[in-house]
């Protein structure tokens, strides 16, 4: 009896030390705990460099339908215009051919037998001549303007059918950015626990270093502007890299000054279609600090890149606008190898290096 109650005592405490040395072994280690951070962070970034070309895309969408917006509404208006100038032709022909029927004029025998001066003869026949070319040119133009309205029609049909392809498109585009941000939320939300509290903790000293290089790189400019500018980068004060501020020495002081403009919002949230201060987007940002200095472009890397003169990548200079990742992502040069641009979502617009990076070109306003 005392045996079995010892035994009986002996495998409880076996099994107490197997479930204490089990829970001490499922408890995550704190190398454990940064790997899956890591790896979560990781998986995040690969989405957000997703979200960022989508979004790119769906500005694409919106500006292509911008483009048949646009000229909808001018073969609209042309057709206005050519409806009622064709009218007015019609009318004056009509009026011409009704005061002709009422009051025929006399044919150049007529008038030389019944007009006894040379010159009247010479006068009345240029007078017939150029009644039959005025007549001659309203016809031409009657015939032009009906030309022109069956192709503005035609243009206008084929625009307004284009139209819903483009709006169907958009809105595939935003719906497709839009699933990419939930299976973002969602995969932040899948962390639990020390977990949950680690990355929260990650995310905390990454928005400080964000902070803090973003105040660096607004005291640089302030430096800048008040010392008049150089065209040699600022040296680093620690904590990681410093941006050279945008110089006016060197390149377009223009340009120069859209690059400043970039930098007065660092620390403006990252919005998907954003282009204002409340929130940016890449092509957002530097249509909006262009668009200060008097140069208009479209809300898209595409058009962007297209509508300027490209720069060689050793020729970069302040405000020049650089493009990565297929034309999914773009920047503002700064100079010293540096450029400020809105990132992707959960992030801010700051300055950050262009190298290692999927660079694609740069063009030049």
């Keep these: 009896m005392a045996l079995s109650a010892a035994a009986t005592l002996i495998a409880l405490a076996f099994s107490l030390f197997v479930l204490t040395h089990d829970r001490a072994s499922a408890a995550p280690s704190i190398n454990d705990l940064r790997a899956q951070v890591q790896r979560i962070q990781s998986e995040v970034a690969a989405i957000d460099e997703q979200v960022g070309a989508a979004a790119e895309a769906y500005n694409g969408a919106v500006y ?115 699933a990419l941000l939930a299976r973002r939320s969602a995969v932040l939300a899948s962390a639990k626990g020390e977990l949950k509290r ?3 903790a990650e995310a905390r000293r990454e928005a400080a270093r964000r902070a803090e290089a973003n105040r660096r790189a607004q005291a640089l400019v302030r430096t800048q502007t008040t010392s008049g500018g150089s065209s040699t980068p600022a040296p680093s004060t620690g904590g990681g890299s410093t941006p050279a501020p945008p110089v006016s020495s060197g390149g377009s002081a223009r340009n120069a000054q859209a690059a400043r403009i970039a930098m007065q919002y660092l620390g403006v949230p990252y919005v998907w279609g954003g282009a204002t201060p409340s929130g940016f987007d890449c092509s957002g940002l530097a249509m909006y600090a262009y668009a200060k200095v008097g140069v208009s472009m479209g809300h898209y890397t595409g058009a962007i890149y297209a509508a300027f003169p490209k720069v060689a990548y050793s020729d970069l200079q302040p405000g020049d606008m650089v493009f990565f990742s297929g034309l999914g992502h773009m920047g503002i040069y700064i100079g010293g190898g540096m450029m400020v641009h809105a990132p992707h979502t959960g992030d801010v617009v700051r300055v950050a290096p262009i190298a290692g990076r999927s660079y694609v070109g740069a063009v030049r306003p």
Excluded: C, W
Aim: charged content about 30%.
């Design 198 to 200: 680690e990355l929260d």
């Design 64 to 178: 292509q339908l911008g483009l048949i917006t646009d000229r909808i509404a001018s073969n609209r208006a042309g057709i206005i215009r050519a409806t009622n100038k064709l009218h007015t032709v019609q009318d004056e022909l009509a009026d011409r051919l009704r005061a002709e029927y009422m009051a025929p004029q006399p044919s150049p025998m007529q008038l030389f037998l019944t007009t006894r001066s040379a010159s009247a003869v010479a006068n009345g026949t240029e007078a017939m001549e150029r009644a039959a070319l005025r007549d001659t040119a309203m016809i031409h133009t009657v015939r032009t303007l009906r030309a022109e309205r069956v192709k503005r029609a035609a243009e206008l049909k084929r625009d307004e059918a284009q139209a819903k392809v483009e709006v169907a498109d958009k809105a595939a585009k935003r719906n497709a950015v839009q």
